[in-house]
């Protein structure tokens, strides 16, 4: 089967660095996606990791060691509106994803 | 371009009955993916539709079932509910098969009494 780990909740204040991690547990991996769900709302998608390394776009990171199934999303300069929801998620066998429960940020003025 | 769009956005339903639910692709998408979204939870993958067959299936027993539509719309069909299919159900489109990036609907909320 498939598990995944990520932090129910995460504080931190506006205009703070954050990091969320993930590590997981999946054969067939393809690879790591993170996506973003305020309240009431749909997920929106953030960043894809297939290989080892950090993307970067603008105000998000994320960064996947393969060989250690590990993941995580770096979120710099927060806001208010960055509270929500963080999500990863495997892509597995190609075309099965597996989501984790979630992390909620609370941004703090 | 159009987004994802889904159909209705509330519905209420007794246990034993049948439900079909409706999904619109973003233009240029030709694959749909479904998904279970539990209070508080993160969505489960229900199965996914490319070029109008099932692509991949998650952990789901078959009274789950789709279909897609030359237009690469879908529908989501679930037969004999029960009260713990009550849950916002969420379709997401992406381009050919798999899905690096998907877009998601704003969902159905189910409810099962």
């Known amino acids: 089967g498939q598990s995944l780990e990520q932090p129910s909740e995460v504080t931190a204040v506006e205009g703070a660095i954050v990091q969320i991690n993930c590590t997981y547990q999946t054969s067939g991996f393809y690879g790591l996606s993170w996506y973003q769900q305020h309240d009431g709302g749909a997920p929106t998608f953030l960043s894809y990791?297939?290989?080892?390394g950090l993307e970067e776009t603008g105000r998000f990171s994320s960064f996947l060691s393969r060989s250690d199934s590990y993941g995580y999303l770096l979120l710099q300069e927060l806001q208010m509106k960055d509270s929500a929801s963080y999500f990863c998620?495997?892509?597995?066998?190609?075309?099965?994803?597996?989501f984790g429960s979630g992390t909620k940020l609370n941004v703090k003025p | 371009e159009t987004g994802v769009t889904q159909s209705p956005t509330h519905l209420i339903k007794t246990r034993g009955q049948q439900v079909t639910l409706r999904c619109s692709s973003q233009?240029?998408?030709?694959?749909v993916s479904w998904y279970q979204q539990a209070l508080g939870q993160g969505p489960q993958f229900i199965f996914q539709y490319y070029r109008e067959e099932e692509n991949g299936r998650g952990n789901f027993p078959p009274r789950f079932s789709g279909l897609q539509f030359p237009n690469y719309s879908s529908e989501l069909n679930v037969n004999a509910l029960e009260l713990d299919d009550s849950a916002l159900y969420l379709c997401a489109s992406s381009l050919d098969g798999g899905g690096n990036e998907q877009f998601f609907g704003p969902g159905t909320r189910l409810t099962v009494l």
């Open positions: 233009s240029g998408h030709n694959t």
């Open positions: 990791n297939a290989l080892d």
């Open positions: 998620a495997v892509r597995y066998n190609f075309n099965k994803f597996y």
